[in-house]
T-cell receptor
Framework: KQEVTQIPAALSVPEGENLVLNCSFT??????LQWFRQDPGKGLTSLLL?????REQTSGRLNASLDKSSGRSTLYIAASQPGDSATYLC??????????FGTGTRLTVIP | DTAVSQTPKYLVTQMGNDKSIKCEQN?????MYWYKQDSKKFLKIMFS???????INETVPNRFSPKSPDKAHLNLHINSLELGDSAVYFC?????????????FGPGTRLTVL
């Protein structure tokens, strides 16, 4: 059974710092991995999608990496801003076409 | 234009009632999903529905029944609501075929059972 874990559960950083969020999964038989952002009381916004054959994806200040064999992914956020404050979720897609979500990391960027 | 929309956004009801949540996507996708986010913010798949094939998650009580009148809609009907059904329910969609299969989520429906 696929289990997805995110560490840390919460993170506070001063504005301008670079930071890394971690995601690990137990079953490496995945199709892809997706990083989402969820703002309080809101839906999910897809940030980056990495196919199982890829090692990283970049979008603006965000860079996501994937090491499928070790069951790990990281989301790197450069030059953090207060507007980056949100909960970040990683999710892996399995053969059943379902997404298994991690427990989330709540990020607070302090002005 | 909203890609994946859900109605209602908030739903408050009494235990034992039957209620439905509607979901529509205008992305032309052929696969739709329902997820439940519990009080601990953990998101878990409930159902995925590809065209005419419904894939049921075994942990979902049979009080929950998805209904798809067409490819663009997947509604969730819940019978005999219980306190533990209180959660945020998210609808999502994706293309089954193709290399990307990115899932797009609706804004969620916050269900409160009293």
């Amino acid at each position: 059974k696929q289990e997805v874990t995110q560490i840390p559960a919460a993170l506070s950083v001063p504005e301008g710092e670079n930071l890394v969020l971690n995601c690990s999964f137990t079953d490496s038989a995945i199709y892809n991995l997706q990083w989402f952002r969820q703002d309080p009381g809101k839906g999910l916004t897809s940030l980056l999608l990495i196919q199982s054959s890829q090692r990283e994806q970049t979008s603006g200040r965000l860079n996501a990496s994937l090491d499928k064999s070790s069951g790990r992914s990281t989301l790197y956020i450069a030059a953090s801003q207060p507007g980056d404050s949100a909960t970040y979720l990683c999710a892996v897609k399995t053969g059943a076409n379902n997404l298994f979500f991690g427990t989330g990391t709540r990020l607070t960027v302090i002005p | 234009d909203t890609a994946v929309s859900q109605t209602p956004k908030y739903l408050v009801t009494q235990m034992g009632n039957d209620k439905s949540i509607k979901c529509e996507q205008n992305l032309g996708h052929d696969t739709m999903y329902w997820y439940k986010q519990d009080s601990k913010k953990f998101l878990k798949i409930m159902f995925s529905y590809n065209n005419k094939e419904l894939i049921i998650n075994e942990t979902v009580p049979n009080r929950f029944s998805p209904k798809s009148p067409d490819k663009a809609h997947l509604n969730l009907h819940i019978n005999s609501l219980e306190l533990g059904d209180s959660a945020v329910y998210f609808c999502a969609s994706s293309q089954l075929a193709g290399i990307y299969n990115e899932q797009f989520f609706g804004p969620g429906t916050r269900l409160t059972v009293l």
